[in-house]
């Protein structure tokens, strides 16, 4: 058998740049969130080939001494633990495993200089070994450059992507850095070219919007909410303003950019009533917590956390979304103008009745000429047989809605105006004082329905048990039937009543009463996995909303449903009323608004 022996430092090195820098956009982490945590007020990032060829990262921060600078290159010597309270870290970094991990695998310079300092220094690290140390000219703060990544490491080089992919990785990483820290100003370059400048001091609400997508300064609302010592803050988008990846969801807790499962499945929660399954909300979180309730100690990259209580995190999360959403109205997400212009643009396909016949082809029908050979006495035959074709080409509707009452200044006040008149049995057409509003009926009334059950209590009666004829056991592992364990007493609140069978199996004796037709043996193992994967069981709460809107959207207005005024225009005020009602069940808009000067161009007036 070999021999225990102790791994050569710059083997050690290697293997711990193996947990930190993965790729160089964990590289370029580190540096920002160094950059950070120094004070600065102004960062500016530059890569070359995505990052492959070099990162330079340089900021206006506290500096650092020669003798700090070689410090900081030596393995967990950090300045951001004051003492050895490690669960109250404040600091995005604090491993001081960063430099030292970066300096093994690439070539690594840093120049700095504090600012009560006359000149500054600098040390180039290759792979490993110290190649220049000396004085450097350079303003205060630190410059750090990263060059040949992976150079002398073919093995990890060859696992890199493509320029490009790496690029796409560096820049969401600074985007999400950038927006977590709005006192701070950010410019990132890609081959010679800004692709990012954000200003400092600048609000969280529009550094958000400038960094993720400039509707949500419109479609978005904003998150402010407050329970004990924690408190929330962001933006998030309507329900009508989604996505088909989360790709566009940003959370962070303490400032820290993380990727969390709880996080992830509590916004799923909020907005579980409000999109479909394969949608998802656009939205930019930023949770503050004591640092003794959250462990951010459980990943080398520092992208997870651990919460010491996760049931009231989720909590928070979805009931200050929630009241947000529906603080919201019946606000929609609006097609941009232009859009709305060439929908309305499209030419018809072709023509319902024949063209206008031209005033030649009259009079040859009528007097077998041309029109020279116009005769006074046949006048009257002429204009009949005119009046004839108008009737015929010109006819009315033969179906029409019935005539709206004179509209009052105030009606025309209301957010949805007043209506006007229906389109295929599906649509109202309704005018208000700033334009024309489209609705559509049938998704306008499944959401007024839906929040109608809730608040007669029908959510309540969903969660009622039906007791199984006979209890039926099934089986699982044993890990997930602890998991089920645990959350017994939860899932009975839900109508799903378990008992553990033994090691490996959980016997069922009730099930909700609106599921009591399903499988049974998928569903407890869906919320097995459900626990497994977001440490609640979510997937029953979702499984109940969707019985729910079901039900919700057998009760409404059909499509194809001729509807008076006075039905049209008490739905348009119910709208108003009810919150969320911009949305329907599945996350569709319930209606648009084509405002004055958009129908002004359509005509040509502006």
Not at 48 to 77: F, N
Not at 235 to 251: E, I, M, S, W
Not at 456 to 481: F, H, K, Y
Not at 591 to 600: F, M, P, Q, Y
Request: proline residues 6%.
């Amino acid at each position: 058998m070999p021999t225990i022996r102790r791994l050569p430092e710059h083997l050690v090195n290697r293997i711990a740049a193996g947990e930190v820098v993965e790729r160089p956009a964990s590289a370029l982490k580190e540096l920002v969130e160094n950059a950070i945590d120094a004070g600065s007020t102004q960062i500016t990032v530059r890569l070359a080939s995505g990052g492959l060829d070099m990162i330079e990262v340089t900021d206006d921060g506290c500096g650092m001494r020669p003798e700090e600078i070689a410090l900081a290159l030596e393995r967990h010597a950090t300045s951001k633990l004051p003492d050895e309270a490690i669960e109250l870290v404040a600091t995005l970094g604090f491993r001081g495993e960063a430099l030292p991990s970066i300096g093994s695998v690439a070539r690594l310079t840093i120049e700095s200089r504090p600012h009560d300092a006359a000149e500054g220094w600098k040390r180039v690290v290759d792979h490993g070994a110290v190649a220049t140390d000396g004085p450097a000219a350079l303003p205060p703060g630190t410059r750090i450059r990263v060059e040949d990544l992976f150079g002398k490491v073919p093995v990890r080089r060859k696992f890199l992507r493509s320029a490009r992919s790496e690029y796409a990785a560096c820049l969401d990483v600074v985007r999400r850095l950038a927006m977590a820290r709005p006192d701070i100003g950010f410019v990132m370059e890609h081959d010679g070219r800004r692709v990012l400048a954000v200003q400092p001091r600048e609000e969280l609400a529009a550094r958000v919007a400038r960094l993720v997508a400039r509707e949500l300064a419109e479609e978005g609302v904003l998150i402010e909410a407050e329970r004990g010592a924690s408190r929330l803050t962001g933006v998030a988008g309507l329900p009508t303003y989604n996505r088909g990846v989360a790709d566009h969801q940003y959370l962070f807790v303490n400032g820290r950019p993380v990727k969390d499962r709880l996080l992830v499945g509590a916004v799923r929660g909020a907005y579980s009533d409000m999109l479909a399954r394969d949608r998802h909300a656009v939205l930019a979180l930023f949770l503050e917590i004591p640092p003794e309730d959250v462990d951010v100690n459980v990943h080398p990259a520092k992208t997870e956390v651990r919460f010491r209580d996760p049931a009231f995190i989720r909590g928070f999360l979805v009931g200050a979304l929630r009241h947000a959403l529906e603080g919201a109205g019946q606000r929609s997400a609006q097609p941009a103008a232009a859009a709305a212009m060439n929908m309305w643009r499209i030419e018809p396909v072709a023509p319902a009745t024949p063209p206008a016949p031209s005033l030649g082809s009259l009079f040859a029908r009528e007097y077998g000429g041309s029109p020279s050979g116009y005769q006074p006495s046949r006048l009257s035959e002429t204009g009949a047989a005119w009046r004839a074709y108008e009737a015929d080409v010109m006819a009315q509707p033969s179906a029409r809605a019935e005539p709206a009452a004179e509209a009052s200044e105030e009606d025309l006040r209301h957010p949805l105006g007043v209506a006007r008149g229906q389109v295929a049995g599906t649509y109202i057409v309704a005018e208000a004082e700033d334009g024309l509003v489209i609705v559509d009926q049938h998704a306008a009334h499944e959401r007024l329905v839906l929040e109608r059950l809730k608040a007669a209590g029908a959510e309540e009666a969903m969660n009622r048990s039906q007791a199984l004829l006979l209890p039926e056991v099934v089986e699982l592992d044993e890990t997930a039937c602890d998991a089920l364990e645990d959350k017994i007493a939860d899932l009975a609140r839900h109508g799903l009543v378990l008992e553990r069978f033994g090691p490996a199996a959980m016997l069922v004796r009730a099930v909700p009463s609106v599921l009591s037709k399903s499988d049974v043996g998928a569903l407890v193992r869906d919320v097995a996995d459900d626990l497994a994967r977001n440490g609640d069981a979510l997937l029953l709460g979702e499984k109940l909303d969707l019985v729910l809107a079901t039900m919700a959207c057998h009760g409404s207005v059909r499509a194809g449903r001729s509807l008076s005024v006075a039905e049209m225009n008490a739905l348009l005020r119910e709208m108003e009323r009810t919150p969320r009602s911009g949305q329907c069940n599945h996350g569709r808009p319930t209606w648009v608004k084509l405002a004055h000067g958009d129908i002004e161009k359509l005509f040509g007036r502006k």
